[in-house]
């Protein structure tokens, strides 16, 4: 199982991107859940950001509850998040994660929001 980030980039204060996971070796429609986390330069910890069950059901962390939306597209194999109204705090290595009776995870992309 592969996962491969991209989407991720310079922007400025209130932009948006969208950034994307690319998932091989694995049928999306088995999945568990796939998930969207971020980590900080320096951090001791990933922060989840947005969940996607198979159930369709959703969930997004308070920081960017409004602002961010999770979404997949199972035939081409991709999960994405888009991002709006980004904020200096939004800044971060952005990692995917699928879990498929185990957890895999991508090597992240980074996404600097700049005033």
């Known amino acids: 199982v592969q996962l491969v980030e991209s989407g991720g980039g310079s922007v400025q204060v209130g932009g948006s991107l969208r950034l994307s996971c690319s998932v091989s070796g694995v049928d999306l429609s088995t999945y568990d859940n796939v998930m969207w986390y971020r980590e900080t330069p320096g951090a001791r910890t990933r922060d989840w950001v947005a969940m996607f069950w198979r159930t369709r059901d959703l969930l997004y962390d308070d920081s960017v509850k409004g602002r961010f939306t999770i979404s997949t597209d199972d035939a081409k194999k991709m999960v994405f998040l888009q991002m709006d109204r980004l904020k200096p705090e939004d800044t971060a290595k952005y990692i995917c994660?699928?879990?498929?009776?185990?957890?895999?995870w991508g090597q992240g992309t980074q996404v600097t929001v700049v005033s």
């Open positions: 994660k699928i879990r498929v009776g185990r957890d895999y």
